[in-house]
């Protein structure tokens, strides 16, 4: 009896966590992993500091918002914005200046369709929590087989327990809220260069406000490319939007056009020369579009300039390929030049007088492109 009283004594006495069983390494990850997977609305606030190999400190600061339900995400620092909401990725960069990069998707937090819109967003997928809430790589360091389960620190008031994971070359450690289960603050250290997270984090309940994911462009031009957001002023990709710059080439074989009596509505240029090997597929495809178009009864007409080579050189290459377009000779490179040509194949889609696409290069999707391209400025 007397044993009894004792140990009714000590469980009114003791504290709950002297009680319970202590939670092993694979329950403080599921609890982590459920927790981000019910977490349907998340904003945070975090400071980044980043220490490079040669001891220079770096620190930025990183704002993300996330609505499941409404599939909405706003990712944002200083000198970057995100925004995905309502079908649409924009991203705007404060060294870009007076333009935004917009694209249509089908599901803003496709983590793909997002790293499709930004190149660098891979490397915030290191940022754990927003890994977490999109189902990306942190899977891998939860998951892997040397993930150990470490004690809270001595000056930690909140007594966070941590995670530690190594894959590869990287080290990761978690501190976990034990009230959430998310994730406070995390660690780094990859190829010898530290990062270490400090969080200040608010998950909210009910409907976020819509000035979260609100993305003001103000009077910044919206791009259909990275590449023309990106590019540098004077690249041809700006030429987007603005007059034609005048054009009055010899044909090869005689005659000369002028691009200001062209007879149709839309005149698509293409920068060649017969050395470059892209050049080659390009035209290919110029002249199936050419086909296409004439079989459709298309206005629209196309023209092969050619990159100051002579006739003697330009000749047979025409008539090894049963070129068809009519090929235009800028002997003194002139034309090129006021189209801003540094890299061929170049095509060039005027209409009425104004450019509206510029494609540097050439990829299967260039002429899916320049078709639809075609199509819609023949219907407005």
């Excluded at 501190?175 to 990062?195: D, F, G, R, V, Y």
């Excluded at 080439?249 to 470059?276: M, R």
């Excluded at 390009?282 to 296409?292: K, P, V």
């Excluded at 060039?348 to 819609?376: C, H, W």
Aim: net charge negative.
């Amino acid at each position: 009896m007397r044993t009894f009283w004792v140990l009714a004594f000590l469980c009114l006495i003791s504290p709950a966590s002297l009680l319970a069983e202590p939670l092993t390494v694979g329950q403080v990850r599921d609890q982590v992993l459920e927790a981000y997977k019910k977490c349907d609305q998340y904003v945070v606030a975090k400071t980044i500091q980043i220490q490079q190999p040669d001891g220079t400190p770096q620190q930025l600061t990183l704002y993300i918002a996330f609505d499941r339900v409404e599939k909405r995400i706003a990712i944002h620092t200083d000198q970057l914005r995100l925004v995905g909401a309502d079908g649409h990725i924009r991203l705007a960069a404060t060294p870009v200046g007076k333009m935004y990069y917009r694209k249509a998707v089908e599901n803003p937090l496709d983590p793909v369709a997002i790293s499709r819109s930004w190149p660098m967003f891979p490397l915030l997928l290191w940022v754990p929590d927003l890994s977490l809430l999109l189902g990306t790589e942190m899977q891998l360091f939860l998951k892997s087989d040397s993930l150990e389960l470490l004690p809270p620190r001595a000056d930690d008031p909140a007594a966070k327990p941590g995670l530690q994971s190594v894959v590869g070359d990287v080290t990761m450690t978690l501190w976990i809220n034990p009230k959430t289960w998310l994730i406070a603050e995390s660690q780094i250290h990859a190829q010898q260069t530290q990062m270490r997270f400090t969080m200040e984090q608010t998950v909210l309940s009910g409907p976020l406000d819509n000035s979260l994911f609100t993305f003001d462009a103000g009077d910044a031009k919206p791009m259909d490319s990275l590449r023309e957001m990106l590019a540098p002023t004077n690249s041809a990709v700006h030429l987007r939007g603005k007059d034609a710059p005048d054009l009055v080439l010899e044909k090869l074989g005689g005659g000369t056009f002028d691009l200001a009596k062209a007879s149709t509505k839309v005149v698509v240029l293409d920068f060649w020369a017969t050395w470059c090997g892209p050049c080659r597929g390009a035209l290919a495809e110029l002249e199936e579009l050419n086909t296409w178009a004439k079989e459709k009864n298309l206005d629209v007409s196309f023209y092969a300039v050619n990159q100051q080579e002579s006739i003697e050189t330009i000749q047979p290459f025409v008539e090894q390929h049963n070129m068809a377009i009519p090929v235009l000779l800028d002997s003194d490179g002139l034309v090129s030049n006021a189209y801003r040509v540094e890299a061929i194949p170049q095509s060039v889609i005027i209409k009425n007088g104004k450019i509206i696409r510029v494609n540097v290069g050439f990829s299967p999707q260039t002429a899916k492109q320049m078709k639809a391209d075609i199509l819609e400025s023949l219907s407005e």
